[in-house]
Structures are given as C-alpha cells and as structure tokens.
C-alpha cells in the first residue's frame, strides 16, 4: 500500500492542526516549534525500517494562562467529535497533556502545557516512506 509523501504528510498535518485551532474559543498566534521528519526507528506498526514520521508543532501563543484548562477541555471535545481516540488523558496535572490518534488517517496529535504554562499543539503522521512508496 502506497504512503503519503513528506509534502502530503507535511500537508495533512497542518490540516489537523488547523481544524483544531479553529475550534478553539480564543485564537492564538501559532509560532513553530517543531516542523521535521524523523526516522521510525521502532516503528509502532511493525513495518519495515528506513520509513519517517512527519511532524508539526506549534507554541500557542497569545493566550490568557488562566485560560489553558478550558483551552485543552475544548480540543479534546473537538478531537473526540471528529474521530479522534484518546491515547493519554492528563489534564488535571499541572503539565497538562493530551494525545489522541485519527481513528482514519492515524496521525497523532497532542496538547501539552509548559512548566511555564505555555500550550503546544502538534500533529504527526504514521511511518511513511518519503516518496510515497509502499511497504512491500
């Protein structure tokens, strides 16, 4: 089965990320943190070796602090309308984290407070082949 390529995979997860932002009640100025693809060393899916996983994230910048529980209340209710499956559900800590899985694509995305209270949200897709090539 072909995979997405870097573009596609790069592509797609800032359409995640978007629709996310989108949701939110207040809207942040989005400041890059991460934009790469590393190797899938282990990958999770027990595929063949040599294949990427393409990521994106962002600081949330912008937002009222005292705001950040409700921030986070909110994509996750945006994520679990929109086929998203909770992986990790850490909010009641102070270094509040959420992960969920797209239960079509397999991207994951995240939400995670800074110990100085910042949000960062990412996306990252499954283990591709940069190219686009297939598995077999």
């Given at each position: ?27 942040p ?73 797209h ?15 910042d ?18």
């Amino acid at each position: 089965m072909r995979t997405l390529t870097h573009d596609e995979a790069r592509a797609r997860a800032q359409e995640h990320i978007e629709r996310a932002v989108a949701a939110l009640p207040v809207q942040p100025t989005l400041t890059v943190q991460r934009d790469d693809a590393l190797e899938c060393d282990d990958p999770k899916d027990r595929g063949p070796r040599g294949r990427y996983e393409v990521g994106k994230t962002y600081w949330l910048d912008d937002l009222p602090g005292d705001r950040n529980a409700e921030i986070v209340d909110v994509l996750v209710e945006h994520w679990t309308s929109h086929d998203f499956r909770v992986l990790a559900d850490h909010r009641a800590a102070d270094d509040r984290f959420v992960s969920v899985q797209h239960t079509g694509d397999a991207f994951r995305m995240s939400v995670t407070q800074s110990i100085e209270g910042d949000l960062s949200l990412g996306a990252s897709s499954p283990c591709i082949w940069l190219d686009g090539g297939t598995d077999d």
